[in-house]
């Protein structure tokens, strides 16, 4: 099925480092979320987008609507281990109410 | 419940077995989404509820797929002579209304041996 192209595919890193990563489409999107899923849980919203180029913050996240409406970014400043976890971005159109997902990030912090 | 439940968390069934999941949206809550997710890959979209109605099935991949919420609140997923490549994470999602972001469930995942 369709999903958006989300990198890095998994990401190691030192505690306290800051974290980037993004998702993007050949197609344009009317909002973009983030998602994060622990194992065995479902996902758990972090952070909505509704307007191209809007920049929003949720505590150490911060996510990004492209101005193109074809990308958006996550950020995770200060890491600490419970920001372990796969992360996944997800697009919507207005007119279809169905979310078309990213392949997720997954997340590991260097002990 | 304050969450969407989803009911059973694990299932194993044998390859040919009918399955049913069972999901409990957060009350009042009008939308009810399912979703397949396969090992390391984003759910994808199966079928979408708003209240009792189906109002989108383009997702089931099969017409061994069949979804139904009758009173417009319960749920429920069924997959009938399961094949291996069934085997999946199956989520649930429920929203106040459409165009509300959603809420998930924990998942069952469907092990077909």
């Known amino acids: 099925g369709q999903q958006l192209n989300q990198s890095p595919q998994s990401m190691f890193i030192q505690e306290g480092e800051d974290v980037s990563m993004n998702c993007t489409s050949s197609s344009i999107f009317n909002t973009w979320l983030w998602y994060k899923q622990d194992p065995g849980e479902g996902p758990v919203l972090l952070i909505a987008l509704y307007k191209a180029g809007e920049l929003t913050s949720n505590g150490r996240l911060t996510a990004q609507f492209g101005i193109t409406r074809k990308d958006s970014f996550l950020n995770i400043s200060a890491s600490i281990p419970s920001d372990v976890g796969i992360y996944f971005c997800?697009?919507?159109?207005?007119?279809?109410?169905?979310?078309?997902w990213g392949a997720g990030t997954k997340l590991i912090i260097k002990p | 419940g304050a969450g969407v439940s989803q009911s059973p968390r694990y299932k194993v069934a044998k390859r040919g077995q009918d399955v049913a999941l069972r999901c409990d949206p957060i009350?009042?809550?009008?939308?009810l989404f399912w979703y397949q997710q396969a090992l390391g890959q984003g759910p994808e979209f199966l079928t979408y509820f708003q209240n009792e109605a189906q109002l989108d099935k383009s997702g089931l991949p099969s017409d061994r797929f069949f979804a139904e919420r009758p009173e417009g609140s319960v749920s429920t997923l069924k997959i009938q002579r399961t094949q291996q490549e069934d085997s999946a994470v199956y989520l649930c999602?429920?929203?106040?209304?459409?165009?509300?972001?959603?809420?998930f469930g924990q998942g069952t995942r469907l092990t077909v041996v």
């Open positions: 997800a697009g919507r159109r207005d007119s279809n109410y169905q979310l078309i």
């Open positions: 999602a429920s929203s106040h209304r459409l165009n509300t972001e959603a809420f």
């Open positions: 009350s009042g809550h009008v939308s």
